[in-house]
Nanobody, 124 residues
Framework: QVQLVESGGGLVQDGGSLRLSCEAS????????MGWFRQAPGKEREFVIS????????YYADFVKGRFTISRDNAKNTLYLQMNSLKPEDTAVYYC?????????????????WGQGTQVIVSS
């Protein structure tokens, strides 16, 4: 069993920054990739960004290009999402996710384990 626990969400102004963390425990070595999804009210959960276990490959949605960065510290079993230049449309619950998929971005159906989510609100 694997547990993913997010932290770092909150309220930020338009143009501001936030850093989300996701601490993993359990059989994390079985994952090929970890990443972040988000879900805004009334919308489907969507892929944001992911990184391979080695950290050598990253994939991201077009809407975060140049603004969000993903990184991981395997020694600490922790995944990070640095979000800069935040916009009101980035407001959503952000979910940490882990999967055994390799070589591409993640889809909700790929995910083996989800975190509980952390709320991000960007005010205009």
């Amino acid at each position: 069993q694997v547990q993913l626990v997010e932290s770092g969400g909150g309220l930020v102004q338009d143009g501001g920054s936030l850093r989300l963390s996701c601490e993993a425990s359990g059989r994390t070595f079985s994952y090929a990739a970890m990443g972040w999804f988000r879900q805004a009210p009334g919308k489907e959960r969507e892929f944001v960004i992911s990184i391979s276990w080695s950290g050598g490959s990253t994939y991201y949605a077009d809407f975060v290009k140049g603004r969000f960065t993903i990184s991981r510290d395997n020694a600490k079993n922790t995944l990070y999402l640095q979000m800069n230049s935040l916009k009101p449309e980035d407001t959503a619950v952000y979910y940490c996710a882990a999967a055994r998929v390799r070589g591409r971005g993640l889809r909700p159906g790929d995910i083996d384990d989800w975190g509980q989510g952390t709320q991000v609100i960007v005010s205009s």
